[in-house]
């Protein structure tokens, strides 16, 4: 295992004299961090520093990719660069206002960290060469489970925003084990490593994919609009990503109509099972959930969900869409356990211990 630093630059554009009281989709203005492989939610918690003149703008949504209309709106230098506004979901005609002279900097870089709960408590703070400053501390009655974060920049304001992204990693994840494609490149850069080398890729429309080479760091933007030609090279290749998942509170398929809305994707993470079986691992206590959707993005009324380590460890239940019908249930106790690692194998049928 292994732990990855980097910062990652977002330069964004106004987006218009608009904002998140009059227009109901103000989601498709923003810049999701989730386009960068950044998944601040897991944490709880976003540091970056800005550099814009005013209004700039942070989206806390209940969707990885921020798609969606239940929402915290921050607004960094509002008002001419004079408050700074928090705004619960669409329409919200009583915004948290507080007054914030001078908060952002024209040619400064401002560093913030933004903190929440899943009770609802948002902490805005501004780092300083002097220290730390709250800027915002309240906790909102509504509460939301925060997955995807968001940027933008409005109001005739144009900024420069930079990520902290941390990541653990076990090996090197590469998608297709030992596979290499023949392919037109764009142009050819060093990069640290293969992870940096997909941040290059990510916003530039023109790359389809990567090619990375551990011996030299040199990264290869593969170009789109041409037929991947496949050849085996040597090595082996560690096809293995560990993902934290924090509670999502007592949800289930026979209680919550958008059931699918809590679930981490593996697409995020371009894991694609196919040929109708998988195999993971899972360190829990009890109640580890898995959703097998008709549809990519999991926004699907049809899939199948399963409850690993059910009724307190006991029982293992498969569910098939919301009703509380279909439902096939085994009593299995101690299937999970808390410290240790549990390995399953889903094959089209059911889940193999």
Known sequence: MFLIVDEIQIRTLNTGNTDYYTNPNIFEDYTSLSDYHMFPSENQSVRFTI???HDAYILFSAAFDVESHDFYEICLGGS???ETYLRRKYNDANPFKISTPDILGCTEKSTFEIRWTIEGTIHIAKESAVGTETIIDVKNSTQLLIRGVGIRTAWGSDGLGSFESATIFGGLYCGVPSTYGSMNVLPIAIKRSRIVCLFKCSPNSACRGVHF??????????SVGQVIDQSIRSGACLDEIWIKTL??????????????NYYTNLSVYHIFPSQ???RFSVKACHDAFILLSAAKNLQSQDFYEICIGARNNT??????????????????PGTLNCTEKTTFLWNGKSTIK
């Open 51 to 53: 550099e814009a003149c």
């Open 80 to 82: 001419g660069n004079q």
């Open 213 to 222: 080479h551990e011996e030299t760091n040199e990264c290869e933007l593969v």
């Open 247 to 260: 509670d999502s509170g007592e949800v289930d398929a026979t209680k919550t109509e958008d059931v699918f």
């Open 276 to 278: 109708n079986k998988f």
């Open 315 to 332: 029982r293992t239940v498969l569910r098939r869409n919301f009703s509380p019908n279909n439902v096939v249930s085994n009593r299995k």
